[in-house]
């Protein structure tokens, strides 16, 4: 498997008599965490579980968990509180089944919704993933394959074909405990479905989130989930690692602001300009790259140079959070971060016709280099 409140002071005299007598809204946020690991993740499902389960206070809303265990079928369960006792409940279990495919997703989407209903929902997505790419083509890109995200033993499913699944404004936020899922073309695919989105520019390492829910999942319930204290604490977690272990690139998208910045970059870019892109700051470990920083990237194709700073200031409007480590893995064929925009972007390539072809399919392309 990588700040800013306002205050407003109020004259207390004047509305002390409200404050006393006003009753708190009864807020409930239903939080679904959708775990495939019908892989070699397998060992951390337990793990994850129990943290949610250790530090969750029980308030404000409903912890429901979907776990499509290792040849052993699938559960849903709620995480819940009673008496000051932290309990799990079965809600039911199914055969084995395919958690990668978009219709067992929805399905189960569905049935959280039915069954805790709330006031609004966020959703941790973990499993293996590779932003928008087709299967098997983060380490053979020269493959012809179709699925990316969530993996179940040979499949996977693609990001379109999830992102389809669920119905537009269902998240308030999708916090994806996977690889690769900063990408533009991730976050511009699901910016109808979720008004925030956790994720990283490179892979996060095992174990994730999971040292952290215990201390910080009541984060994700407050009414304003408080995504930047969730994300700082999973960072600084990492952050205070040595060596290898030190490795980590998060941030926050806003999606309502990715319309201005497609329709900026639209009518501002050479989109038939070429560049040396190793020069541009990347993201994987490979002697290819896939991911590139997003604003490194599309500075460098900008029509008008002098407009960098408006690009940036469009960039900074989407990213409301971002931190990332020196290094990434730096002795196991990594690399040293000295860019991160919060956002990365594919960057078409003679060598690989496949995944040009396949990268036209995406909203995203469409918005930035077809021409209407």
């Not at 399905?107 to 932003?131: C, R, T, W």
């Not at 215990?214 to 994700?220: E, R």
Request: charged share 25%; net charge negative; with cysteine.
């Amino acid at each position: 498997m990588s700040k800013h409140f306002a205050c407003i002071i109020c004259l207390f005299f004047l509305s002390s008599c409200v404050l006393e007598n006003t009753v708190e809204p009864d807020f409930k946020r239903t939080v679904f965490v959708y775990i495939g690991c019908d892989n070699n993740l397998r060992n951390d499902a337990d793990g994850k579980v129990e943290s949610l389960k250790n530090g969750w206070n029980g308030k404000n809303g409903y912890l429901v968990v979907y776990r499509d265990l290792y040849k052993e079928g699938s559960v849903l369960e709620e995480i819940y509180v009673e008496n000051g006792i932290k309990k799990t409940k079965v809600i039911y279990t199914r055969e084995d089944e395919n958690s990668a495919s978009p219709e067992v997703f929805a399905e189960i989407l569905q049935d959280v919704k039915n069954m805790y209903p709330a006031d609004s929902y966020g959703l941790i997505l973990f499993s293996h993933a590779s932003g928008w790419l087709p299967d098997a083509t983060l380490v053979s890109p020269r493959s012809m394959q179709t699925r990316s995200l969530v993996q179940d033993g040979r499949d996977w499913m693609s990001m379109t074909d999830f992102a389809a699944a669920i119905p537009d404004n269902q998240f308030d936020y999708i916090l994806f405990e996977a690889c690769f899922m900063a990408g533009i073309e991730v976050v511009y695919e699901l910016r109808n479905k979720a008004g925030y989105i956790v994720a990283s520019s490179a892979e996060i390492l095992s174990p994730g989130f999971q040292e952290i829910y215990g201390s910080s999942v009541n984060d994700l319930f407050k009414q304003q989930a408080d995504l930047v204290k969730f994300t700082k604490d999973a960072y600084d977690e990492v952050d205070a690692k040595t060596g290898e272990l030190r490795s980590a690139t998060l941030s926050i998208v806003r999606t309502d602001g990715l319309k201005a910045l497609s329709d900026w970059l639209r009518e501002n870019i050479e989109t038939d300009k070429n560049v040396d892109i190793r020069d541009i700051q990347h993201f994987d470990r490979y002697s290819y790259h896939l991911f590139f920083d997003f604003e490194d990237y599309f500075s460098r194709v900008l029509k008008d140079g002098g407009k960098r700073d408006e690009l940036k200031r469009l960039v900074d409007n989407c990213v409301i959070y971002k931190v990332s480590t020196p290094d990434f893995l730096p002795s196991s064929l990594g690399f040293k971060v000295e860019k991160h925009s919060g956002l990365t972007t594919y960057i078409r390539q003679d060598d690989y016709p496949y995944l040009n072809v396949r990268y036209e399919e995406l909203e995203w392309f469409k918005k930035i280099y077809v021409i209407n």
